[in-house]
């Protein structure tokens, strides 16, 4: 069976892929910024902040542990908004895009 020739160059400058590329890339961007300077914030508060992180929560757990845990829960929520996003929006449009090609 003979699969089915793309032209790339046309589905490129489609609007409404140039639409779904622009909106992926700001979404993805946008939370990658996030995440990246969320992730950095717990070695450079512990080395400017360490009385920040050396305050006692609960017994023996401090601020610290919270927030260095605190990161694979952002980690997780950050992971099941983007499937949320992507099923809702990203796919709504590739599947338009792909609709009209077939």
Do not use: C
């Not at 046309?10 to 909106?23: G, Q, S, T, Y």
């Not at 946008?30 to 914030?41: D, P």
């Not at 017994?59 to 983007?82: K, P, R």
Request: charged share 20%.
């Amino acid at each position: 069976m003979a699969e089915k020739q793309y032209d790339w160059a046309k589905i490129a400058k489609d609007p409404r892929f140039v639409e779904l590329h622009h909106k992926k890339t700001a979404f993805l961007f946008g939370w990658w910024i996030f995440s990246t300077v969320y992730y950095f914030l717990l070695p450079i508060g512990a080395a400017y902040a360490p009385g920040l992180f050396k305050i006692k929560i609960i017994g023996v757990i401090n601020f610290g542990y919270l927030f260095a845990l605190s990161q694979f829960f952002v980690s997780w929520a950050l992971a099941l908004y983007y499937a949320k996003v992507a099923n809702n929006d990203f796919d709504r449009l590739t599947k338009q895009l792909v609709d009209e090609l077939q």
